[in-house]
């Protein structure tokens, strides 16, 4: 072997000295801990990327009204489901393109410019003054913040086998609280001036931009993890300046006498993502529940704060962020807590089965919860929004593991990148038809069949039920070995019979 490498401490295998990879792989090696750092700086790139996609639905409604773009009270969540869609039509545009860029030049640029992205553009959102300035300032968020698909990518590969399992559960974990906490910023601190007038007067410029503080807060927090990721590691393989899809199994394999051709036959590089069916059919999944996700969490909020009269709670943004501090406190609590011995007893894919039949009554009984009211009304939509986010991440966490075992590192990055593009594209129909759905049903009001909400709650249902259907065999498939395991049993029977 030439002196560009350097020796693995097993001594089993050989590193490329220059390769960040080949580092990231050695530092795996050497220290077997879990590295409380890397889950940190996961969670926040993750949040990140999430906060933005959600923090704009509980004051949706009231931005939607003041650019009196709407002609009845009851088309304010048709416009308002354009404005939450254009996020995701720009994220489809481009998640392929962002997971390829991240498989050729590294997880680490495409992961900083991201971050970078949220900044400029989601402050810029806070500052619109009319629908189309909105529409299109969340549109180019959504094209260039390619976080999602890298990240996991990054957390598959910057632990230890042991590990991917947390890893991964972290994303999904800082996407479900995301979705909860950003929703809580925009409750919290849309509408200052009214709020909180001792502090921000009648005049001032968070009065003449009402729904700028929680684009700011949320742009100032990317852009302290944007500085926290300059020095964060970059895992993809680069050998003497070779294509970046070549990994340190291709070291492993010269090092002990095994050809390319050999090789090949054990490992396809060039393997045909869309031709394996585990990472497809997970894929295929998530898409379903990510149009039910984007969906309910929309309607959610535009229901929260709706009138009485069309079946609405009636809630203000102060009362939304409320119920969803509450929901991303006890999400956070559970992941902590009880979801890896559930996990272990149940399995995955088993546990989100399992939740996802339990979540179809809940959803169902929002529209009798509405007919509470004082203390009860809080109490028991709180613990409805709980349970129901717990079920959403729990989910999530399964898919995300399934397609991260399906493919090897080389193609990590664009199977996440097909991944974003599908699911992008049922979140862009998601806020246009969950709002759409839930406009019609307010004004079904004395429709003898599912009067009012009761029928947009039905719909998501029934995505929701078609999600769970598909999470079965045989449609699911799920791959329980890598490759590059196969690879290394052949290297140590190879060994064993040199011996």
């Excluded at 400029?120 to 180019?140: D, E, Y």
């Excluded at 729904?211 to 742009?219: A, G, Q, R, T």
């Excluded at 393997?271 to 039910?292: A, Q, T």
Aim: glycine fraction near 8%.
């Amino acid at each position: 072997m030439s002196e560009e490498h350097m020796r693995e401490p097993s001594e089993e295998k050989k590193y490329y000295k220059d390769c960040p990879g080949c580092k990231v792989e050695q530092s795996k090696e050497l220290n077997q801990g879990l590295s409380i750092t890397n889950l940190f700086i996961i969670w926040a790139v993750v949040l990140c990327s999430t906060l933005p996609a959600s923090s704009l639905f509980p004051f949706l409604y009231f931005m939607i009204r003041d650019f009196k773009i709407a002609k009845a009270e009851a088309d304010i969540s048709y416009y308002a489901g354009y404005v939450g869609s254009s996020f995701m039509v720009g994220r489809t545009l481009t998640s392929l393109l962002w997971g390829m860029i991240s498989d050729r030049y590294g997880r680490k640029p495409v992961i900083i410019f991201s971050v970078f992205a949220v900044v400029v553009f989601n402050t810029l959102f806070g500052l619109s003054t009319s629908f189309w300035m909105a529409v299109i300032t969340r549109f180019l968020l959504g094209c260039l913040n390619g976080t999602i698909g890298p990240i996991k990518a990054y957390a598959t590969e910057i632990f230890r086998e042991e590990h991917q399992a947390l890893g991964l559960s972290t994303v999904s974990a800082a996407w479900g609280t995301g979705l909860i906490i950003g929703p809580a910023l925009g409750g919290y601190l849309a509408q200052p001036a009214e709020k909180y007038p001792h502090i921000f007067p009648k005049g001032s410029f968070l009065d003449k931009f009402p729904y700028f503080l929680p684009c700011f807060v949320i742009s100032g927090v990317s852009f302290v993890v944007l500085i926290a990721c300059l020095w964060i590691p970059e895992t993809l393989h680069n050998h003497n300046g070779c294509n970046a899809d070549e990994s340190i199994d291709d070291a492993v394999a010269i090092e002990n006498g095994i050809n390319k051709v050999d090789k090949e036959k054990t490992v396809q590089k060039n393997e045909n993502l869309f031709m394996n069916w585990p990472l497809m059919s997970s894929i295929i999944v998530y898409c379903v529940f990510s149009l039910h996700e984007i969906a309910y969490q929309e309607v959610f909020s535009l229901w929260c704060v709706s009138p009485q009269s069309l079946g609405g709670l009636n809630f203000s943004t102060n009362d939304v962020g409320n119920v969803l501090t509450i929901s991303g406190v006890a999400l956070v609590i559970y992941q902590l807590s009880l979801y890896q011995y559930m996990e272990k007893a149940c399995g995955p894919v088993g546990l989100a089965q399992i939740a996802g039949i339990f979540s179809i009554p809940i959803l169902q009984s929002y529209p009798f919860i509405a007919m509470l009211s004082g203390i009860t009304l809080y109490i028991v939509i709180s613990i409805a929004s709980i349970l129901k986010n717990i079920i959403s991440v729990m989910t999530i966490t399964s898919l995300f593991l399934i397609q991260n075992r399906a493919v090897e590192q080389h193609q990590r990055g664009a199977a996440n990148g097909i991944c974003m593009t599908a699911i992008s594209l049922f979140k862009a129909i998601g806020p246009a038809s969950g709002g759409t759905i839930l406009t019609w049903s307010q004004k079904r009001l004395d429709a003898t069949f599912l009067p009012g909400t009761h029928m947009v709650f039905f719909f998501l249902n029934l995505v929701e039920g078609l999600g769970i259907l598909m999470m079965f065999k045989p449609f699911l498939g799920e791959k329980k070995k890598a490759q590059s395991d196969q690879l290394h049993r052949v290297i140590i029977e190879d060994n064993n019979s040199s011996n």
